[in-house]
């Protein structure tokens, strides 16, 4: 028998559907697994987040496995400070932040011990010269002695200031110390003998070389110029150490 639609017994009416339960089930196959539940002994899945629920980090936060840095900050290697200020300041873990020394102020520190070296050197070379010349006129090799004698007397001079008192007589003027992440924090302490001694002479052996040797040294003691964050030539990075302002800002 049929309804006035033309529908069998049983059949819902057209633009009608079939009322379920609120629980938010369907009607399942004979057989069939519940929707959303295990089959094969695997283990359920977790819902998706809901609105409205924490489902760990908030959008935005930092993300990243735990004990290490959150995407996009990569921490200072060791011995290395952390750039406060670009071009400016610094900071060791142990230290509040540090004024780094202006390249003027690094300038006159480099020409007070340069004259502290090379006046006596000038002198001793210019007496050698004329006592040798006048015993014999053909003897001009006493002038090749100036450049191997300036270098040693640098890294004598400067290597053992740096690494007993982290500073020279010119950084003391103008007002400079250099600093380790180890010195850092102990005003008055030298750097060391082998940050001192790989800081020298990292700067002055290239001067040693034939032709390039003067160049190549050039360049190193310009090379602060070239590094915005931290100020550290090309020694200074060799070396792990930091050129820092002692005098107070104001």
């Known amino acids: 028998m049929t309804n006035p639609y033309g529908q069998q017994p049983g059949q819902q009416p057209y633009g009608q559907y079939p009322q379920y339960p609120q629980s938010g ?50 921490p200072p290697m060791p011995g290395q400070a952390h750039i406060v200020v670009p071009g400016s300041q610094i900071q060791f873990p142990h230290t509040p932040p540090l004024v780094l020394a202006t390249m003027g102020s690094r300038f006159l520190a480099r020409v007070i011990d340069g004259l502290i070296i090379g006046v006596p050197l000038t002198i001793l070379i210019l007496v050698l ?96 110029f070239f590094d915005e964050q931290a100020r550290q030539g090309w020694h200074d990075k060799a070396a792990k150490t930091y050129a820092i302002s002692t005098k107070a800002l104001y």
Do not use: H
Request: charged share 5%; aromatic share 10%; net charge neutral.
């Open 129 to 224: 010269q004329f006592a040798v010349i006048a015993g014999d006129p053909g003897s001009f090799w006493i002038v090749l002695l100036f450049l191997p004698l300036t270098s040693l007397s640098m890294l004598v001079y400067e290597g053992t200031m740096l690494a007993t008192r982290g500073a020279t007589v010119g950084k003391n003027v103008a007002g400079i110390r250099l600093v380790t992440e180890q010195s850092a924090g102990q005003p008055g302490t030298g750097i060391g003998g082998g940050p001192a001694f790989t800081r020298l002479a990292t700067m002055v052996l290239p001067g040693l070389i034939p032709c390039i040797g003067g160049l190549v040294e050039l360049l190193v003691v310009l090379s602060p």
């Open 25 to 74: 089930t369907y009607p399942q196959q004979s057989g069939q697994q519940p929707y959303g539940q295990p089959s094969g002994g695997f283990p359920a899945q977790q819902p998706y987040p809901q609105a409205g629920y924490p489902q760990g980090p908030g959008y935005g936060a930092p993300q990243g496995y735990p004990g290490q840095p959150p995407y996009g900050r990569i």
